[in-house]
């Protein structure tokens, strides 16, 4: 049986839950655990406070239920075991998170996954700006790990990542994979502006069927079948993603950029219509 | 019924047929890898798996032993395309990565679509394949990570050549094998041919490494020319009956080995069984035994009689 916390009532202030992970709940009593002391805007207050916790930690999972969009942090650092939030989520979810799994059944807010290093996030709904990109000031965004989002996500979508895969049912907005180092983003919907711009290595896929507005940057190869994209969607459906015949082996167009910089990155996308 | 005892030649005690001589197959522990070698195409597949394992009958002079294990259909390779799994065996973990790169690099990655993966789990003990060939993409090679695995995407003429970049090993048993002898060569052939089929039909985790896999030149330890490794089997060589020692029944004119390697010894064992028991159903078979070197060199004693009692007719 799950740790569960339900939300007592509606929140007003902003919560920060970083440092509320399995592992370190999981030899805490419930009386033990409902003192521990959070951030409600810039005060502390008791877990107890704010949510009804019932249940049991010892099996490493937590599950979250209620509307938690303004509660931030969920997960954030996490090393092992399995968060579930039933109903939406805040911004920072699995921040920096280094294993385990964080499944939201709702939405969630921006920097989903943000600078993350392993382990697993899957958001059924959709997700803000920023999600498995680095913080403003740092070198990396997410270094590994695996970012599911059955619905939208917003701009800078892995910004700076480094290794790692991010899977998005629907869209995205401008500049994912801005500076990409490497990874693999796919995006199954359409994309805003500049994909990939500043990219050096890695790989962004775009299969919605509208045109891919590429920067000038990025030359085209060609159209090719590109195998390991058969390897993503079964590892995808292993981890629970819808079936994507997208990746089952069709004919794509592959770009190479962004030759403002290294131009080791790649960009494959179904039409070349609207490209430079 | 009467087995033929192998010192004498004649028949010794109770047995299956009398056809089974009471003895043993010598075999070795090997270092072995599994490759699934995918295509668009079943023959391309194909295609690249024969040639990888082309001239790799026996470590006496060849890098390797290695086989084709079984045909894959889509459903059972990584990236849904047809495909053939392959054993490759060597005397060490060093020799079976160089035997491998070497032979997935030249007869693989040249093979037009094909790609190549470990079949084996990634323990602790792997080789490099994929991370010892990706240098032939000169710095254009990508790699990605897939579900815990790394891959390399080598770009080649038409497209990219996807492998893995490491294969798991495992303690495997080598040498293997039992020998048929008959009294009409055409016949001979044919059941050893049928003894081949039932083993590649019912066994898993195990090849033939020879032609077919059936080898002719069975061969003894040593020669009478200083430096030779190994030389023509006399005792089973039907035409030096007479002028040397022989271990074959009155009657045999022509003998046939098939050799057996596995990833584990009950699976030889099984492979052993069955062969035996399909090269029983011809009558010109006179008998059937299998070749050791007295039990000090091989620690697997794999006892026909006792594998036949061990995987009986539903092995």
């Not at chain 1, 990396?140 to 990542?161: D, K, N, P, Q, Y």
Request: net charge neutral; proline share 4%.
């Amino acid at each position: 049986m799950p740790l569960i916390f339900r939300l007592a009532s509606a929140i007003g202030s902003p919560v920060r839950l970083g440092g509320i992970t399995p592992d370190r709940l999981r030899d805490m009593s419930l009386v033990e655990i409902a003192r521990l002391e959070v951030l409600q805007g810039n005060v502390s207050v008791a877990l107890g406070d704010l949510f009804r916790v019932s249940g049991d930690g010892a099996d490493g999972r937590l599950t979250f239920e209620g509307d938690l969009a303004g509660v931030h942090e969920i997960g954030r650092g996490m090393t092992g075991g399995e968060i579930v939030v039933r109903g939406s989520a805040g911004r920072h979810v699995g921040g920096g998170m280094t294993g385990g799994a964080i499944h939201i059944h709702g939405d969630a807010g921006d920097w989903l996954g943000c600078e993350m290093k392993g382990g697993l996030i899957h958001v059924r709904g959709s997700a803000g700006d920023h999600t498995g990109a680095a913080y403003a000031g740092s070198r990396r965004g997410m270094t590994e790990g695996t970012i599911l989002i059955e619905g939208s996500v917003g701009s800078h979508l892995g910004a700076s990542m480094r290794r790692g895969l991010v899977a998005v049912g629907g869209d995205c907005r401008d500049v994912a994979g801005l500076e990409m180092i490497a990874g693999s983003i796919l995006v199954f919907g359409a994309c805003g502006r500049a994909p990939g711009a500043g990219m050096r290595r890695g790989t962004i896929g775009v299969f919605g069927m509208s045109p891919v507005p590429l920067l000038p940057t990025f030359r085209a190869a060609g159209r090719f079948r590109p195998l390991f994209l058969r390897l993503i969607r079964r590892d995808l459906e292993r981890l629970g993603f819808p079936p994507r015949d997208e990746l089952s082996g069709e004919e794509l167009v592959l770009y190479h950029g962004d030759l403002v910089g290294l131009g080791k990155g790649e960009v494959w996308c179904r039409e070349d219509g609207g490209t430079p | 019924m009467n087995v033929i005892d192998s010192r004498g030649g004649r028949p010794a005690v109770e047995s299956l047929d009398g056809r089974v001589v009471d003895t043993f197959a010598e075999a070795f522990p090997m270092t072995a890898a599994r490759a699934i070698i995918t295509a668009d195409t079943r023959d391309w597949s194909r295609i690249a798996a024969q040639t990888m394992t082309g001239y790799a009958t026996s470590v006496i002079a060849c890098d390797a032993e290695a086989g084709i294990e079984r045909a894959l259909d889509e459903s059972e390779t990584p990236d849904g395309r047809p495909g053939f799994s392959v054993l490759v065996f060597a005397f060490s973990r060093d020799a079976l990565e160089q035997a491998l790169a070497n032979r997935v690099g030249q007869c693989v990655m040249t093979c037009p679509t094909t790609a190549c993966y470990s079949g084996l789990p990634a323990g602790e003990k792997i080789v490099s394949v994929g991370g010892r060939l990706r240098y032939f993409g000169d710095g254009w090679q990508v790699s990605k990570r897939i579900g815990g695995r790394r891959y390399w995407r080598i770009p080649v003429m038409d497209g990219e050549f996807l492998c893995e970049e490491t294969f798991g090993t495992t303690k495997g048993v080598a040498g293997g094998n039992l020998i048929v002898m008959g009294s009409e060569s055409g016949a001979t052939l044919r059941v050893t041919e049928s003894a081949v089929a039932a083993i590649r039909g019912e066994v898993r985790d195990v090849i033939l490494p020879f032609p077919g896999g059936i080898a002719r030149s069975g061969s003894k330890v040593g020669s009478k020319y200083r430096g030779l490794r190994a030389s023509t089997n006399t005792a089973f060589t039907p035409m030096l009956r007479g002028v040397v020692p022989s271990e074959m029944p009155r009657g045999v004119r022509c003998v046939y080995e098939i050799v057996i390697d596995g990833l584990t010894l009950e699976a030889v064992e099984k492979a052993t069984a069955i062969g035996v028991r399909a090269a029983l159903k011809e009558p010109a078979v006179i008998g059937v035994t299998a070749g050791n070197y007295g039990g000090n060199l091989g620690p697997h004693h794999i006892r026909l009689l006792d594998v036949l009692a061990r995987f009986g007719e539903t092995a």
